[in-house]
């Protein structure tokens, strides 16, 4: 028997994850909701490609299982081209229904007879799915589990019993070829009840022409003695177009040359039914259904007993893996057409936390990636977070890089966590437990409190939230107030996250905060530090470097692009 029926793509089999979900606000800060619309146009694949993204867990093992499945898939096309048409079969099956009936009539034979066949084909996907398994190009942890978990499945005494008891069904059923129905007539010739006289191995023929003949001169349609069949007699198509007596209660079986079904128990019985008046059906195979399922009362509640036993197990519990498997699918997808256009993507590495918790290298904002044709537009950075440079005091000219590099570490971490290859030539980092964004907020959001205030209420709610495993990304925080208000608010801000040593990036255009953040880290060991967004002779370089603010130099860049200079506006570099 399988001891733990509960198998992930997403996690290590047995382990206990505990996830904390992203806000929906830092979803959107980080651009997510954009990149799952571009990853897959069909809405219910977006669905579980965000939730699972939106799970966050701290567990370097998590990080590094998702991780190995991807490249797998990655590395396996046609491995996974396989498992995936697998996969469709089994959800096909799993989900499709074929019959019609209303919400409380019972199943009925023809109903009962579909879901045997969805267990016969339960059990050629799961051969074909041990065997494709098998490969031996397999090299992660999860595909080898999902592999031994499939194992388990096939050797699980229900499975055996599964197979032995649809064997012997379907051989029982391809001996069933027709059925003997009788018709009992009152005075005035017409049906009063239909009842079974037996299920036969052959099929009715119709008699030779010759039969049929000699029957007619020998008195047509004469009367048998008694009712016992002694199974010599002639067989005639009833014809559809006569009416009269029983033959309207009969037309909508009078196509049938025989009633013939994949039933699985020969059955030598007399069972009666009654036929009310006036019945029909649209379809002559359910009305014949109809019948059948009163008169084999016996014979579809005892293939209805046998198959209800698999209900709860079979296609269920592999069938609940296919999301899972489908989210990393998408991504790969996603992940190679980025690949084939020349932009670079790697595997990332979780580590357990330390004094050391990042080293990106190389990396890369791809939300702006998705957006370029040409991968030399790219500029790619490099940095760090250790307890020399916990929190980051991010400045910079405007419109120089920014928010763009912020939110690209959002995104490393967040493509990370959920398996993907990430924009970056390596990435090594301690999964955050969540990721907090503080960005600027509509404007619907502060009419209540005020801009200042509903920024304040917000960063409360961050900081009581958020860990030492936590990334913190702040963007523009307090600038809606005077210089002097937002930069002492910011200041108590900055110093209460290193109390926690939360990992954080403060983009601002308060220079004093980089300029003031060894001050502020005096009495802490994890450190602030000063990065820049570097100018290079007053062109934007969208290069980062850990530097001294460079002041205001940002702010003569912009007055001399827009003509506010003192020199500009009176024309006294003009005179000189």
């Given at each position: 028997m399988i001891s733990d029926r509960k198998f992930s793509l997403l996690f290590p089999r047995g382990k206990e994850v505990n996830y904390k979900n992203l806000e929906p606000g830092t979803f959107h800060d980080l651009g997510l909701d954009t990149i799952c619309k571009e990853i897959t146009s069909e809405p219910k694949e977006q669905v579980v490609i965000a939730d699972v993204i939106s799970q966050l867990t701290s567990d370097p093992e998590v990080t590094n299982y998702r991780q190995d499945i991807f490249e797998d898939l990655k590395n396996l096309p046609d491995f996974s081209k396989k498992l995936q048409e697998l996969f469709d079969k089994i959800d096909f099956n799993k989900n499709f229904g074929t019959i019609r009936k209303s919400k409380d009539e019972i199943e009925g034979l023809w109903y009962l007879m579909h879901r045997l066949n969805q267990y016969r084909d339960y059990i050629t996907c799961v051969d074909a799915l041990k065997e494709c398994l098998s490969d031996d190009r397999i090299k992660s942890a999860g595909l080898k589990g999902f592999k031994e978990y499939v194992d388990e499945v096939y050797e699980d005494a229900h499975f055996h019993e599964l197979k032995k008891d649809l064997e012997k069904l379907s051989m029982e059923t391809s001996d069933i070829q027709s059925v003997t129905l009788g018709v009992n007539l009152n005075s005035r010739l017409e049906a009063i009840s239909m009842g079974l006289v037996s299920v036969n191995s052959k099929p009715f023929r119709k008699s030779n022409i010759v039969s049929n003949i000699a029957d007619s001169l020998a008195g047509g349609d004469k009367i048998n003695e008694g009712n016992e069949w002694d199974?010599?007699?002639?067989?005639?198509?009833?014809?559809?177009?006569?009416?009269?007596?029983?033959?309207?209660?009969?037309e909508n079986l009078a196509k049938f040359q025989a009633a013939t079904a994949s039933g699985n128990f020969l059955v030598r019985n007399q069972t009666i039914a009654s036929i009310a008046s006036g019945d029909s059906a649209s379809s002559s195979t359910f009305y014949l259904d109809h019948i059948l399922n009163r008169m084999l009362d016996t014979m579809v509640k005892n293939l209805k007993r046998t198959l209800d036993k698999y209900a709860d197990m079979a296609i269920s519990i592999i069938a609940d893996i296919i999301p899972e498997f489908v989210y990393y699918i998408r991504l790969v997808e996603f992940i190679k057409k980025l690949e084939a256009k020349g932009f670079v993507l790697n595997k990332a590495k979780a580590v357990a936390a330390g004094d050391v918790t990042m080293k990106a290298r190389g990396?890369?904002?791809?939300?702006?990636?998705?957006?370029?044709?040409?991968?030399?537009?790219?500029?790619?950075?490099?940095?760090?977070?250790?307890?020399?440079?916990?929190?980051?005091?991010?400045?910079?000219?405007?419109?120089?890089?920014?928010?763009?590099?912020?939110q690209g570490i959002g995104l490393l971490f967040a493509l990370a966590q959920g398996g993907a290859y990430v924009p970056a030539d390596s990435f090594e980092f301690a999964p955050a437990d969540c990721i907090y964004t503080h960005f600027p907020a509509d404007e619907d959001k502060t009419m209540d409190l005020g801009r200042l205030g509903e920024e304040c209420v917000r960063f409360k709610e961050i900081f009581a939230a958020s860990t030492s495993e936590s990334l913190v990304l702040m963007n523009e925080t307090f600038s809606t107030t005077s210089f002097e208000e937002g930069y002492y608010i910011a200041c108590d801000s900055i110093k209460a996250l290193l109390t926690k040593n939360v990992r954080t990036i403060y983009n601002t255009h308060m220079h004093k905060l980089g300029i003031d953040c060894v001050e502020m880290s005096k009495d802490s060991a994890a450190k602030a530090a000063s990065l820049i967004v570097k100018s290079e002779g007053g062109a934007r370089s969208f290069k980062l470097e850990v530097a001294p603010p460079e002041g205001s130099s940002y702010a003569a860049d912009i007055a001399k692009k827009y003509g506010v200079t003192y020199e500009m506006l009176t024309g006294a570099s003009d005179n000189a």
């Open positions: 199974g010599d007699m002639h067989y005639r198509q009833v014809d559809a177009s006569k009416d009269g007596g029983f033959m309207k209660q009969f990396f890369y904002n791809f939300k702006l990636a998705i957006n370029l044709s040409d991968p030399k537009e790219i500029v790619v950075n490099d940095l760090d977070f250790d307890l020399d440079h916990r929190i980051y005091i991010l400045t910079g000219a405007n419109r120089g890089g920014k928010t763009t590099s912020t």
